[in-house]
């Protein structure tokens, strides 16, 4: 049989050997590193034969389907070991997630596992690895499998399995465990090198409220010790950049049941924030010709329809609401608005490109056991502009458009890739022609070329209407964020029937570029808060300045420099209290503002100003005037 690998290389192999021995041919070391193989795109075990002329590609801990196998193998053992702590204990699902694991389960009796039993399941987990257990893939009916969690009364596997029937049914087995599952798993626990079981918390059956409550445990393991500790190292920094721990002390924001759970309320200094980054993308965007509109907050569930949103996301949408005989629905998305400020009035091809820009506030239904701080709400508000132009304007277009979101980016600094998300030809989700999804792919790639873009190709990632361009940022602790996107979509015009008239006098379709650097403001606002740990740059911080007199002789002059800031456009407050200055100071700093100017006697008899930086400290007297140059300099150079 002929084996492609991903470099192109095409070498021949005798049928029915497993990956296990195409790795072994390559190398000794891609043996020993190998955790899975990736055949003709579906996963497989390294000891799966293999007996036709395939695409391959092996894969380790640095692929993230590596990861990914690596992680749900170690779920599979945590549920050994919690099983032979607990006999009896049954199981719910325990896949791999971003970044580790978890498994679903439930204790037999009355006894409720905690964050103490922790340790002691890690314990067993690392004596099990030394077991060096071989995952088996076993091949079963559906009536066996049936009879096996009847015997053992799992009634979670055996609901699982009720939604099965006609389907190819696995259990993989390690050491004493057995477990309903269609793998991949990696080849023994001998890979498994350093675990750590990271918290526990209750989880309903399948996301039902209506269900019982099971007991969730995450973790997350290694193939080396060193890696843990660099990932808890990296934790641990991000729980002190967390944003909802930082949203509450720097009050930028709340979410409150009262209000309702994923639904944020923007605090004025948070309010301040976005605003800023508004202005910053409206003024960007008044310079590249865009036109700003507003549309409502529900619409008619058949505009939905047409769009295809409904019922492709119905599941991720809020149900409709019936109004006098006509069913509406909170918006999902601001894209068929904007199709309908298209349509309103006739277009020639001298009109185009027109580029529509909205802060467009949208309305996504997610489970309340997936919403996370800003980073997963149920209302958001993307910076959302679609441009309509004509087939040939399309590739300076999306230039534009990439040119804007790199811009945005490295305002912030931000470490950025791309990937290019295409349709995955096997699937059925997309809908057009193959012959304008071919159009619009090569035409992604030609543009990510042509302007040197960094990036891969996400096969499946694509929207259900066209390819993307997806802009992945990397934070100040690595972590990785798809934020930005521009997406090329040939499928709108013709659901909605746009036009313009062309010049040889005909009709014809537009060609229909969905773009937002931020992409979701509040999910935007979620990373800068943890990218900057709070401290925002002076040019964004919602008070940039602390005017901090020391005493009551010092608060007129303080006053005018208060009021000097304010008039020359600087977000500052005053401290007149008759706390001592040092508490002034601290809390101050405590509120990360950028800057303190002390006023004491001596800087009110030069005219000057006593500066402490945010994180920085005294950076001693300075004439009043070289205090203000300072700050303008600052606000011009975006630092």
């Not at 924030?273 to 058949?302: A, C, M, S």
């Not at 400020?341 to 027109?354: E, G, I, M, Q, T």
């Not at 420099?561 to 020359?568: K, P, Q, V």
């Amino acid at each position: 049989m002929k084996i492609t690998f991903p470099d192109g290389t095409v070498r021949e192999f005798i049928d029915g050997m497993t990956g296990m021995d195409i790795a072994k041919s390559i190398s000794e070391g891609l043996a020993r590193n190998a955790l899975g193989i990736i055949v003709n795109g579906i996963h497989y075990d390294l000891s799966r034969k293999i007996n036709e002329d395939s695409v391959i590609k092996i894969l380790t801990f640095d692929d993230d389907e590596g990861k990914e196998i690596f992680w749900h193998s170690s779920s599979h053992l945590m549920a050994e070991a919690v099983e032979s702590l607990w006999p009896g204990a049954k199981f719910g699902v325990g896949p791999a997630i971003e970044n580790g694991f978890y498994y679903d389960m439930e204790i037999p009796g009355d006894y409720k596992l905690t964050a103490e039993d922790l340790p002691k399941i890690e314990k067993k987990m690392n004596e099990l690895v030394k077991q060096e257990s071989d995952y088996a893939r076993i091949e079963i009916s559906w009536n066996e499998a049936v009879d096996h969690f009847t015997k053992v009364g799992d009634r979670y596997k055996l609901e699982l399995l009720d939604g099965l029937k006609g389907d190819e049914i696995t259990f993989y087995k390690q050491g004493e465990f057995i477990d309903l599952c269609r793998g991949t798993h990696i080849p023994n626990t001998k890979h498994i090198k350093a675990i750590k079981l990271l918290s526990i918390a209750g989880a309903y059956w399948r996301g039902d409220a209506s269900r019982g409550m099971m007991t969730r445990i995450y973790g997350i393991s290694f193939p080396k010790k060193k890696s843990l500790d660099e990932y808890l190292l990296m934790r641990e920094e991000a729980e002190k950049r967390d944003h909802r721990k930082l949203g509450r002390e720097l009050e930028l924001f709340i979410i409150t049941p009262v209000v309702g759970v994923g639904l944020p309320i923007w605090l004025p200094k948070g309010t301040t924030v976005r605003r800023i980054l508004e202005d910053f993308l409206r003024g960007e965007l008044k310079k590249r010709g865009y036109k700003e509109v507003i549309t409502p907050h529900i619409g008619n569930l058949n505009m939905y329809k047409t769009s295809g949103h409904y019922p492709y996301y119905k599941d991720s949408q809020f149900d409709p609401i019936k109004v006098e005989e006509e069913e509406y629905m909170l918006k999902p998305m601001n894209c068929p608005h904007h199709h309908q400020v298209y349509a309103s009035k006739p277009h020639s091809y001298r009109d185009l490109p027109l580029r529509l820009a909205e802060f467009g506030t949208v309305y996504r239904y997610e489970q309340s056991g997936e919403l996370t701080g800003l980073t997963r709400v149920r209302g958001f508000t993307q910076d959302d502009a679609h441009i309509y132009c004509t087939p040939e304007q399309l590739k300076d277009e999306v230039k534009n458009c990439i040119e804007l979101t790199q811009l945005v980016f490295s305002t912030f600094n931000m470490d950025v890739t791309t990937r290019l998300s295409f349709r995955d030809d096997k699937k059925d989700k997309y809908v057009g022609g193959d012959e304008l999804w071919e159009t619009s792919q090569r035409i992604v790639k030609e543009v990510a070329d042509e302007v040197g873009l960094n990036y891969f190709i996400g096969i499946g990632e694509a929207s259900f209407y066209g390819p993307k361009i997806d802009f992945i940022v990397k934070d100040a602790i690595g972590r990785k964020w798809q934020l930005g996107t521009v997406q090329i979509d040939y499928v709108m015009p013709d659901r909605f029937e746009l036009e313009y008239t062309g010049d040889d006098n005909s009709k014809h379709r537009p060609v229909i570029i969905h773009r937002a650097p931020f992409g979701s403001m509040e999910r935007f606002m979620s990373i800068l808060i943890e990218h900057y740990a709070g401290n925002f740059p002076f040019w964004l911080a919602p008070v940039q300045v602390s005017v901090l007199p020391i005493g009551e002789n010092q608060y007129e002059f303080a006053k005018t420099i208060l009021s000097r800031l304010e008039s020359e456009g600087y977000r500052a407050q005053i401290d007149v209290r008759s706390e001592k200055v040092n508490r002034k100071i601290a809390e101050s700093e405590q509120q990360k503002i950028p800057f303190a100017l002390i006023v004491g006697g001596k800087e009110v008899e030069a005219n000057a100003l006593a500066v402490r930086q945010h994180g920085k400290g005294d950076l001693g007297q300075m004439p009043v005037d070289a205090v203000f140059d300072m700050f303008k300099n600052l606000e011009l150079t975006k630092i």
